[in-house]
């Protein structure tokens, strides 16, 4: 049960694009379509943005998808916005339980 | 609406226990998967547990195994945590979640805190 890989920031402008990838193994990522992604802002509770590798929640914007090749899921962010710095998290089916990510803080420049 | 709430945080000494409790409202609870999640102070997620509409597959993190328990009452709308043998590195808020395409439901957490 180690905890998938994610950078630990990233950055971009308002506007631009940005992509958080997620690394994990055949045992997880790799092996099941049920990857999901979570906004989480400062003191507040975690959201769900993506479930699925790539299903987007009623009311997520669709500036928010995500995919996957082999053992690395991606959430992509277009025309990113102040409201989107927070931290993100990627979790994954792994057989017995979930596995999330170590989280990685979005700065909007 | 919608709606999970945790309770039963609190602070208690090393090797202690504690029972959290999550009282669903608003949906089916008896035709969803739960689980538990919890947040050290300024770090990450961890998923802790999960246990399936029914009562059956039930799974845990190796981190709690054989020292934490999930149980859910159908009947009352409510899954529980029985945390047994704390220590010091299981302070974190804990959140319940509903578990179908994703954990798209989430409480907003009760804080378990142990330290002598």
């Known amino acids: 049960q180690s905890a998938l890989t994610q950078p630990r920031s990233v950055s971009g402008s308002p506007g631009q694009s940005v992509t958080i990838s997620c690394t994990g193994t055949?045992?997880?990522?790799?092996?099941?379509?049920?990857v999901s992604w979570y906004r989480q802002h400062p003191g507040k509770v975690p959201e769900l943005m993506i479930y699925d590798v790539s299903g987007r929640p009623s009311g997520v914007p669709d500036r928010f998808s995500g995919s996957k090749s082999g053992n690395t899921a991606s959430l992509t962010i277009s025309g990113l916005q102040a409201e989107d710095e927070a931290d993100y998290y990627c979790c994954s089916y792994a057989g017995s339980g979930l596995v999330f990510g170590g989280g990685t803080k979005l700065t909007v420049l | 609406e919608v709606q999970l709430v945790e309770s039963g945080g609190g602070l208690v000494q090393p090797g202690g226990s504690l029972r959290l409790s999550c009282e669903a409202s608003g949906f089916t609870f008896s035709t969803y998967s739960m689980d538990w999640v919890r947040q050290a102070p300024g770090k990450g997620l961890v998923w802790v547990s999960r246990i399936k509409s029914d009562g059956s597959g039930i799974s845990y993190a190796d981190s709690v195994k054989g020292r934490f328990t999930i149980s859910r009452d159908n009947a009352k709308n409510t899954l529980y945590l029985q945390m047994n043998s704390l220590r010091v590195e299981d302070t974190a808020a804990y959140y319940c979640?509903?578990?179908?395409?994703?954990?798209?439901?989430w409480g907003k957490g009760t804080t378990v805190t142990v330290s002598s």
């Open positions: 979640a509903r578990d179908y395409q994703g954990l798209a439901v």
């Open positions: 055949s045992s997880d990522v790799g092996g099941y379509n049920y």
